[in-house]
């Protein structure tokens, strides 16, 4: 889901955006699956196991689209609201309001937000995409990101690539401490034109045209 590293941020995907990936944050490895099912609505399966024990965790999670700033009111942030693990045995439920706005002059992104349970109080990230407007493909989706992380209490810093718009990588020091990775393969579904190339449709099929006037007669030539 839209967001930085452990926090999230008010934004979802692309409507019609599929995504499949793994991360390994201390103490959990985790795989999942999201969807970006309407353009206000985004939803995700997640399955983590812990490092050094013999547990596991499966959750879902869902995040509402409250506000877009690109809509009415430019000015305004987009504004979310979002539950984690909200069904099974909830260990880590969590539910959170986020507002986010974008900078688009400065390639910046800014987000506010509050959320109770496994994280509880006041979060926040940014993100930093310098090189967007520069004409060198690998650069111009190559970000820098910051976040306070309201489970930890401390301040994750790291950097974020897209690259060929199908594959995200993130990497970050996580209250200078640790260390966390992720990557996620995301395709956009609902904009495809397809894996394979098109070609054109064959050409609807015609009779010949017989101009043979009508009469009672005809050549053997044509029986």
Same mark, same amino acid.
């Given at each position: 889901?839209?967001?930085?590293?452990?926090?999230?941020?008010?934004?979802?995907?692309?409507?019609?955006?599929?995504?499949?990936?793994?991360?390994?944050?201390?103490?959990?490895?985790?795989?999942?699956?999201?969807?970006?099912?309407?353009?206000?609505?985004?939803?995700?399966?997640?399955?983590?196991?812990?490092?050094?024990?013999?547990?596991?965790?499966?959750?879902?999670?869902?995040?509402?689209?409250?506000?877009?700033?690109?809509?009415?009111?430019?000015?305004?942030?987009?504004?979310?609201?979002?539950?984690?693990?909200?069904?099974?045995?909830?260990?880590?439920?969590?539910?959170?309001?986020?507002?986010?706005? $974008?900078?688009?002059? !400065?390639? @910046?992104?800014?987000?506010?937000?509050?959320?109770? %349970?496994? +994280?509880?109080?006041? #979060? *926040?990230?940014?993100?930093?995409?310098?090189?967007?407007?520069?004409?060198?493909?690998?650069?111009?989706?190559?970000?820098?990101?910051?976040?306070?992380?309201?489970?930890?209490?401390?301040?994750?810093?790291?950097?974020?690539?897209?690259?060929?718009?199908?594959? $995200?990588?993130?990497? !970050?020091? @996580?209250?200078?401490?640790?260390?966390?990775?992720? %990557?996620? +393969?995301?395709?956009? #579904? *609902?904009?495809?034109?397809?894996?394979?190339?098109?070609?054109?449709?064959?050409?609807?099929?015609?009779?010949?045209?017989?101009?043979?006037?009508?009469?009672?007669?005809?050549?053997?030539?044509?029986?």
């Amino acid at each position: 889901m839209g967001g930085y590293f452990s926090m999230p941020s008010a934004r979802i995907a692309t409507p019609g955006t599929a995504a499949i990936g793994g991360t390994s944050i201390p103490p959990t490895n985790q795989w999942g699956v999201n969807f970006a099912i309407f353009d206000h609505l985004e939803v995700a399966t997640n399955h983590q196991v812990f490092r050094g024990i013999s547990d596991t965790d499966r959750s879902g999670n869902i995040k509402l689209l409250l506000y877009n700033e690109k809509e009415e009111l430019p000015l305004f942030p987009s504004f979310a609201v979002g539950f984690n693990d909200f069904f099974g045995d909830r260990r880590f439920y969590t539910y959170y309001l986020a507002a986010t706005k $974008q900078f688009l002059p !400065a390639n @910046l992104e800014v987000s506010l937000g509050w959320g109770h %349970g496994d +994280f509880s109080g006041l #979060f *926040g990230g940014a993100t930093w995409t310098p090189f967007y407007n520069a004409n060198v493909p690998y650069l111009k989706n190559f970000s820098f990101m910051a976040e306070y992380d309201a489970q930890r209490k401390g301040v994750n810093v790291g950097l974020v690539g897209d690259f060929m718009n199908l594959l $995200q990588v993130k990497v !970050a020091s @996580l209250g200078g401490n640790e260390v966390a990775a992720s %990557g996620v +393969f995301h395709y956009n #579904f *609902g904009a495809s034109d397809g894996f394979f190339p098109k070609v054109n449709n064959p050409r609807l099929y015609t009779t010949p045209v017989d101009h043979e006037p009508l009469g009672e007669l005809r050549s053997e030539q044509e029986f």
